[in-house]
């Protein structure tokens, strides 16, 4: 055989073997076990010689409820009725019951699933996202696979529920990850849902998770923990027309639409959020 020839089949063997080794030197999910609180193990295992991500599932089929009313118990011994309600193309998980209850406002544009005001962080306070000084800030992709992680930095304030007055201001950057899918997932209350993610948030990148929320198909926000505040799970599921609706809480200075653009004001600080607030 000529040497140029030889040569060119080594080229060949060469880069064969070069683009074997990128192959399996490529990023892959690493193993991952259901944690505390669920009696399931699902893992998700490497996958050898492949550049593929794992499935995409629609966040959704999981955040959006169908209406169904059930309890969710909090590991300081109290209790809140859950509902995902849907107005005017926003979905809200509200907690309380036929009374009053609290709220998160989401929203779906395009392939991202936003935030804009949440009612629940406590103190008689609420607070809102805002992006470009408009209400509403991306919190996560609607389409994406367990191990991704997404980048944020929406501007919060923090405001008064009896009059808007401001509390509290600032950027807050955080990530969100998609750390796992359970088929089936069993909560501390003993109850089992199918169709299971668990979400964290995080301070950094590759940080540790600070709070990990749970969203279940058909039903909508099922659980959450933390770090330093504590865990929640669901714990009763209502038969339809069992109990009347939830009826979500009206702060009726949020009433007027122009606090859907952020009022510039000296109140306001342009820095980080102050470390003992915090916004999902």
């Not at 040497?3 to 999910?29: D, F, H």
């Not at 009725?81 to 036929?98: D, M, P, V």
């Not at 304030?157 to 796992?180: H, I, P, T």
């Not at 709070?211 to 504590?230: H, I, K, N, P, Q």
Request: glycine residues 10%; hydrophobic residues 35%.
């Amino acid at each position: 055989m000529k040497r140029s020839a030889i040569s060119l089949i080594s080229v060949i063997v060469v880069m064969l073997l070069t683009g074997l080794i990128l192959t399996t030197g490529r990023r892959v999910e690493a193993g991952r076990i259901a944690q505390s609180g669920s009696s399931d193990s699902v893992a998700y295992l490497p996958v050898i010689f492949s550049t593929r991500k794992g499935p995409t599932f629609d966040m959704t089929v999981f955040m959006i409820g169908d209406g169904r009313l059930y309890e969710v118990m909090h590991s300081s011994g109290s209790q809140a009725r859950h509902q995902t309600q849907t107005s005017a193309a926003r979905f809200y998980h509200t907690k309380g019951n036929e009374i009053k209850a609290e709220w998160e406002e989401l929203w779906v544009g395009g392939n991202l699933i936003f935030r804009g005001t949440d009612t629940s962080p406590g103190n008689d306070q609420y607070y809102t996202l805002y992006e470009n000084g408009l209400a509403g800030s991306a919190w996560s992709p609607r389409y994406w696979s367990v191990g991704e992680v997404y980048e944020r930095n929406p501007f919060v304030v923090f405001y008064r529920k009896n009059d808007c007055g401001v509390v509290a201001s600032g950027y807050q950057r955080s990530w969100l990850r998609f750390e796992g899918y359970y088929p089936t997932y069993t909560f501390k209350s003993g109850l089992k849902l199918d169709d299971v993610v668990e979400l964290t948030w995080l301070l950094q990148e590759d940080g540790q998770p600070v709070e990990s929320y749970f969203y279940a198909r058909s039903y909508g926000l099922v659980g959450w923990g933390s770090d330093d505040r504590g865990y929640s799970y669901i714990n009763e599921i209502h038969a339809p027309g069992q109990r009347p609706d939830n009826k979500r809480e009206v702060i009726d200075c949020l009433a007027d639409r122009s606090l859907h653009f952020l009022q510039f004001g000296p109140e306001l600080n342009f820095g980080p959020l102050p470390p003992e607030f915090r916004a999902k």
